[in-house]
């Protein structure tokens, strides 16, 4: 939702950081924090100016510690704040494993609702940039398992800063991962001022009718493009764009699953405990007798993220998601 009619032309990472400066515009108790965010902008330049517009007391450099960064965050939340802490990799995040399990993600349940966690960890994610080790985690289900804890990963730059919008907002923790992977690989038209998308609701990127194929982050664009090409073999393709992974938009998953039968899952985390296991058991539990076909799963591999010269050979690539729907398809 958008209360501005004009657009400004932004990659994702721009949109980040739009998000960001307009929510600090808009209430003055979000602060961001993280390593080397403020002067220098952050290691990709998501916060760039904001420490030049807002000032060192909510713009905040951090020592190299990410579970003080996370811990200290948590007291803000409790009293009132709202912290947008940043992990530079999410391959960093497992110091603050401990802080954003054990009380963020309790401190409501923990003082029966006396005190709330209104916090945002961003993190960018994934793989594809050549970076070295422990650079390109993609985690998610680590999150997503635990109650309490809300995890959104955006696709496109105006729902980065909708999405980015709606999480500050929320009253309990989020964990904000972004596809580093598109940063700067594309740009489209997002609302300036106030824009919001709601969380918890997937989006339809490409209506289909023969299989539903359900995706989310960097993998969105491979997708599609499996997808456009499929078509040209008169393969009609459904691509779901989850978007927020916890809440699970289970409408969603379900009702495209009950039009077309068929599905296939694509994400570039280990196949192992991924959420595509996840999604074939809300299908195989609310739709089992709508199935065609086997659920196929098309992920990552179940080894660290390779370096350099298998990296693309790890991540879902266009011709891999297409021979998987068609495997969805041919049975």
């Known amino acids: 939702m958008s209360t501005d009619t004009d657009t400004q032309n932004l990659t994702l990472v721009q949109a980040v950081r739009d998000g960001l400066r307009t929510e600090m515009q808009r209430d003055d108790d979000v602060i961001v924090l993280g390593e080397d965010v403020a002067k220098n902008g952050g290691v990709f330049r998501a916060t760039e100016g904001l420490y030049e517009e807002f000032g060192d007391d909510r713009v905040i450099d951090t020592p190299l510690a990410e579970s003080g960064i996370v811990g200290t965050s948590i007291g803000m939340a409790a009293y009132g704040l709202r912290p947008v802490p940043e992990i530079q990799f999410m391959g960093f995040i497992y110091p603050a494993f401990d802080q954003i399990v054990s009380h963020a993600a309790r401190l409501r349940t923990r003082t029966r609702g006396r005190f709330t966690c209104p916090m945002v960890v961003r993190a960018p994610y994934g793989g594809g940039i050549r970076a070295p080790e422990h650079h390109s985690e993609s985690k998610e289900a680590f999150f997503v398992h635990e109650p309490g804890l809300k995890v959104v990963i955006p696709s496109t730059p105006a729902d980065t800063k909708g999405l980015l919008a709606s999480a500050i907002r929320d009253p309990d923790p989020v964990v904000f991962l972004e596809p580093k992977l598109i940063y700067r690989a ?109 659920i196929e799963r098309i992920t990552g591999f179940d080894t660290p993220v390779p370096l350099y010269a298998l990296e693309d050979y790890y991540l879902p690539s266009p011709t891999r998601i297409e021979d998987g729907i068609r495997e969805v398809v041919d049975f």
Not at 209 to 218: E, L, M, P
Not at 225 to 247: K, M, N, Q, W
């Open 186 to 294: 594309f740009r489209e038209d997002v609302p300036t001022g106030d824009h919001t998308v709601p969380l918890g609701e997937a989006a339809v990127r490409r209506e289909g009718s023969d299989v539903s194929v359900y995706t989310w982050g960097a993998m969105t664009r491979p997708t599609m493009e499996a997808a456009g090409t499929l078509a040209e073999d008169g393969v009609d393709c459904e691509v779901i764009d989850l978007r927020t992974l916890s809440p699970l938009d289970r409408e969603t998953i379900v009702d495209s699953f009950e039009k077309t039968g068929r599905a296939a899952v694509v994400h570039e985390a280990p196949r192992t405990g991924g959420l595509g296991g996840e999604i074939t058991a809300i299908l195989q539990e609310e739709a089992l007798l709508y199935q065609e076909a086997p």
